[in-house]
């Protein structure tokens, strides 16, 4: 066999052994799983969207696309999942082949847009692709996207990649967000307590946005998940194995059980209960199908709070890209056009969403469709529940420049996303995920860079940004988790072993950029209460302080509350060491 050919196999065996490992264990006829403990997550935050006050900047409608195709200008295939957040590279494209008159046919592109909703056969064209570029450099090359809190476990198509001589690279700008369109939805009683989670199940898609979504909430409210599917454990969150977003949806719909081995503390007791979906972690038109088709859940929390988690990134082979930079850079600088133009006029969004029928060409969702939940709405479901439904967001060269720190020297949001959920993933799936690809390995943003300079002194659209009123109090709360963070006694300064949690509650709060952060603090009883009162104010006024300082874009004016409760509502005994530690605490609280 040709050195080609074994690594074509190697590829078909890695796509079955990555994503279909989990239905052969779950199926007992050939594996026995070991016995596996539920985890208590840390708080999982994302970046914050940085603030600004720039000027409202209309930009003039552009003519719109023609239909006649272009056929003219490198050639690259885009595979796409139908994801909303596509609405601005549907319309540089014009079609779903480059048309004459759009932004990427201006730029010497020439872009099939093809949509494909399996993330292993997307890995699995990658490395075809790269194999058919090292015998043929002429042929097209191709672009997959996917969502960016997901790359780490896409990374994993690194090592066949590396075998067909090259690697993962990601286009350095992105066309959009999911802004509420993913999302947990569950039973109402989880907004008020989430504690009522426990012993429940979660169908999704593993090892991907959706789940993290389910992560970050769980971790955020002190909930321990149960990571192997195919057990269940009362006293953790459990999730369901769907093959999609919409099977996820499916399995809440149908209510079909399935038979699991109940586990206390990692070890299996023996008994077999069934297990149905009591909640979901989908996407549009997921959220749809449950809302007309049952109905019966709420949106527990979605990228419109976590809002820098689902940024839609665009990645490729290092080998194409590396030769094609001159249609990189032609595909940023269509990008960047199409999406001021996607968010400024209601006339060039409604043809993106032409054009993304057509792509998605699902017979019973028109274009009115997906533009109905691009902008996301409220409808009441099937038991007369009012729920929001889909919404995500066009981006521009200046969210660009945003999201990847290059707006005043902002914080890279992206990096801390991909970070943050990297470690999770591989925490707590260690067999499927032992490593992922550093970010740096991936991300060049020369070019980026290279068109900022460029346009440098010109009038630029303006970034979406977040801004907050410092007197607002947080009216509905996501998220309460108790940070350990060591101070030194009897003062408001931090131990070296401090910086660490403050790290980790610095990278978790970008991640939520669209929720309030309120910062409780509390001491244990040891002193005069009126000196208590002072010190926990002045606590959490080091932890607000901290984190203001070491980024003003993620943490803008009115952004961080801070609360003194000195020794009162103590969650230990004060007659313990032990306890006064777990009362000297600081607690933070999500929410809007």
Not at 438 to 444: Q, R, V
Request: aromatic share 8%; proline share 5%; hydrophobic share 40%.
């Amino acid at each position: 066999m040709t050195t080609r050919g074994k690594i074509v196999l190697g590829v078909i065996f890695f796509a079955l052994a990555y994503f279909g490992i989990n239905k052969l264990v779950a199926s007992n006829r050939f594996f026995k799983k070991a016995d596996t403990q539920s985890v208590l997550l840390s708080s999982i935050e994302l970046p914050a969207s940085a603030s600004g006050n720039r000027a409202t900047l209309v930009v003039p409608l552009a003519p719109l696309p023609g239909t006649a195709p272009a056929e003219n200008g490198t050639a690259v295939v885009w595979e796409v999942m139908a994801w909303n957040s596509q609405m601005a590279g549907m319309l540089a494209n014009g079609g779903p082949r480059t048309t004459q008159g759009s932004a990427l046919a201006a730029n010497g592109v020439d872009m099939q847009i093809v949509r494909q909703d399996d993330v292993s056969k997307m890995q699995a064209d990658l490395v075809k692709n790269a194999l058919d570029l090292q015998s043929n450099p002429n042929t097209p090359g191709l672009i997959v996207s996917i969502m960016g809190d997901g790359l780490p476990a896409f990374s994993a198509v690194q090592s066949q990649l590396e075998k067909a001589g090259t690697q993962l690279q990601i286009i350095p700008y992105s066309v959009g967000k999911s802004f509420g369109e993913d999302k947990l939805m569950g039973p109402k009683e989880w907004l008020e307590n989430p504690k009522a989670a426990l012993g429940k199940t979660i169908a999704c898609y593993l090892r991907d946005g959706d789940q993290n979504i389910a992560l970050k909430w769980c971790a955020d409210n002190g909930l321990k998940v149960n990571p192997d599917e195919t057990t269940y454990d009362p006293e953790a969150v459990n999730f369901m194995a769907a093959s999609d977003f919409l099977v996820a949806a499916e399995k809440y719909i149908t209510g079909k059980p399935e038979s699991r081995q109940k586990v206390v503390s990692g070890h299996s007791t023996g008994v077999s209960v069934d297990v149905a979906a009591d909640a979901v972690a989908t996407w549009t038109p997921g959220d749809v199908n449950i809302a007309k088709q049952k109905g019966g859940l709420v949106n527990i929390v979605s990228t419109k709070d976590y809002s820098n988690q689902m940024p839609n990134i665009m990645v490729t082979t290092k080998r194409w890209y590396d030769a094609h930079q001159k249609a990189v850079k032609g595909m940023i600088t269509a990008f960047a056009v199409a999406g001021d133009q996607v968010k400024s006029h209601p006339e060039a969004l409604q043809r993106a969403a032409d054009v993304s029928a057509q792509v998605y060409a699902d017979q019973d969702k028109p274009a009115a469709y997906w533009l109905k939940y691009y902008k996301g709405t409220s409808e009441a479901d099937r038991t007369g529940n009012v729920v929001e439904l889909g919404g995500s967001k066009a981006f521009n060269f200046s969210d660009n420049l945003t999201l990847f720190g290059l707006d005043n020297g902002g914080t890279n949001i992206y990096a801390a996303v991909y970070k943050t959920f990297g470690d999770v993933q591989s925490r707590l799936y260690p067999k499927e995920l032992p490593t992922y690809v550093p970010l740096a390995n991936m991300l060049d943003l020369t070019l980026l860079k290279q068109l900022q300079a460029q346009y440098k002194g010109k009038t630029l659209a303006p970034a979406e940004t977040q801004h907050f009123t410092a007197d607002d109090e947080i009216r509905r709360s996501v998220s309460k988790r108790a940070w350990n963070i060591e101070f030194n006694t009897g003062q408001s300064t931090f131990t070296p072993a401090a910086q660490r949690e403050l790290s980790q509650l610095f990278d978790d709060l970008v991640v939520a950029g669209r929720l309030k952060v309120a910062v409780h603090g509390y001491t244990d009883n040891t002193g005069l209460p009126a000196a208590n009162q002072q010190l926990s104010e002045a606590r959490a006024e080091a932890v607000a302080h901290w984190l203001e300082a070491k980024s003003a874009s993620a943490f803008p004016a009115g952004r961080v509350q801070v609360y003194a409760h000195g020794a009162a509502e103590p969650v230990a005994t004060n007659a313990t060491e032990a306890g006064k530690a777990q009362n000297r605490r600081v607690e933070v609280v999500l929410g809007n």
